[in-house]
Nanobody, 115 residues
Framework: QVQLVESGGGLVQAGGSLRLSCAAS????????MAWYRQTPGGQRELVAS???????NSADSVKGRFTISRDNAKNTVYLQMNGLKSEDTAVYYC?????????WGQGTQVTVSS
């Protein structure tokens, strides 16, 4: 099964940018669906953005125009470029992969936005 490792989180001021990376343990070009989710303490895990194997993307209304998901199949990596960060973007961000019956989550990376 594919293993996912997130990186790139940290502390940033409001209005700043971060790029999250999700490195997969195997080739991702055949993985149907990959996504970024986020979760705050006491909150539910919510979809931030997704990308399919054909490159189609989708994102939550709250991040449209600010966050961009992309994938580099040659590097087996999915990225989340986050610009114009707001305090409400503070959360643990998780990478997710779905391919047929296979479902995998990464361990998460903390993003903290100071106002």
């Amino acid at each position: 099964q594919v293993q996912l490792v997130e990186s790139g989180g940290g502390l940033v001021q409001a209005g700043g940018s971060l790029r999250l990376s999700c490195a997969a343990s195997r080739n991702i070009f055949s993985i149907n669906y990959m996504a970024w989710y986020r979760q705050t303490p006491g909150g539910q895990r919510e979809l931030v953005a997704s990308i399919t194997s054909d490159g189609s993307t989708n994102s939550a209304d709250s991040v449209k125009g600010r966050f961009t998901i992309s994938r580099d199949n040659a590097k087996n990596t999915v990225y989340l470029q986050m610009n114009g960060l707001k305090s409400e973007d503070t959360a643990v961000y998780y990478c997710y992969a779905r391919n047929g019956e296979e479902r995998r989550w990464g361990q998460g990376t903390q993003v903290t936005v100071s106002s």
